[in-house]
C-alpha cells in the first residue's frame, strides 16, 4: 500500500527567504507524485505533479519541487516566500494513472512579514 | 477556467437522517473521487467512480455511503443515516483519465455537520 509522511507539522519562515517543506512517500513501482495546497475554508488548489522526466518539477505560483527516488523524496521549494504563501500544504501519491491520491496529514506553512 | 462545482456548501443534518452531497465535475473528464477530511485531519479517498460503476473503494464507504451520477453531470454521495463522526468536509474530485496520471481537481467542499 502506498503512503505519505510529512514530518512537519508547521513550518515558519519569514518573507523573502526561502522555503522547504518536506514530504517522503512510499509506494510500489514508478510513483506519481502531487502537491496541493488549501486555503482557510477552501478546496484543495493543484500546485504541481511529478509524473516522470526530469526530477524538478515547476509549478503555480512559484513553487517547485525535486523528485528524489533514492531517498523516495518530494519536498516543495520556493526560492522566496510570501505573506500569501501562508495555507495549509499537502503531499500526495497515486499508484498509478487515475487510481486514489493517498495525501499525507499535511504541513501548515506560515510566512511572517 | 473549469471548475469542480459542489452544493450545498455548508449542510447541518440530525443524527440518523439521510443527506445527499451534490457535484458538478468538470464536463470532460471521466475519474470521479469522493475525500473527506475530518476537522484538523489528512484528507481521506472514501470512493473512486469510471464509466459509470465504482471502481475503488476505502474502508470508510460501508454500507451507508453510496454514489450516483444520475444525469450524466452531476455526482452525488449519499449517507443513509448520518452518525456524529460522518461531521467533516467532504471534497468530490474529478480527472481527465489518460495513462499519464492527470492531476484531480477538487470543489470546495461541502462542509457536513451532524448534530
Given at each position: 500500500a502506498q503512503s505519505v509522511a510529512q514530518p512537519e507539522d508547521q513550518v515558519n519562515v519569514a518573507e523573502g527567504n526561502p522555503l522547504t517543506v518536506k514530504c517522503t512517500y512510499s509506494v510500489s513501482g514508478n510513483p506519481y507524485l502531487f502537491w496541493y495546497v488549501q486555503y482557510p475554508n477552501r478546496g484543495l488548489q493543484f500546485l504541481l505533479k511529478y509524473?516522470?522526466?526530469?526530477n524538478l518539477v515547476k509549478g503555480s505560483y512559484g513553487f517547485e519541487a525535486e523528485f528524489n527516488k533514492s531517498q523516495t523524496s518530494f519536498h516543495l521549494k520556493k526560492p522566496s516566500a510570501l505573506v500569501s504563501d501562508s495555507a495549509l500544504y499537502f503531499c500526495a501519491v497515486r499508484r498509478s494513472g487515475n487510481t486514489p491520491l493517498v495525501f499525507g496529514k499535511g504541513t501548515r506553512l506560515s510566512v511572517i512579514a | 477556467e473549469p471548475e469542480v462545482t459542489q452544493t450545498p456548501s455548508h449542510q447541518v443534518t440530525q443524527m440518523g437522517q439521510e443527506v445527499i452531497l451534490r457535484c458538478v465535475p468538470i464536463?470532460?473528464?471521466?475519474y470521479f473521487y469522493w475525500y473527506r477530511q475530518i476537522l484538523g485531519q489528512k484528507v481521506e479517498f472514501l470512493v473512486s467512480f469510471y464509466n459509470n460503476e465504482i471502481s475503488e473503494k476505502s474502508e470508510?464507504?460501508?454500507?451507508q455511503f453510496s454514489v450516483e451520477?444520475?444525469?450524466?453531470?452531476n455526482f452525488t454521495l449519499k449517507i443513509r443515516s448520518t452518525k456524529l463522526e460522518d461531521s467533516a468536509m467532504y471534497f468530490c474530485a474529478s480527472t481527465a483519465g489518460g495513462p499519464k496520471g492527470a492531476e484531480a481537481f477538487f470543489g470546495q467542499g461541502t462542509r457536513l455537520t451532524v448534530v
Open positions: 509524473i516522470t522526466g526530469d | 464536463s470532460n473528464h471521466l470508510i464507504f460501508d454500507d451520477r444520475p444525469d450524466g453531470s
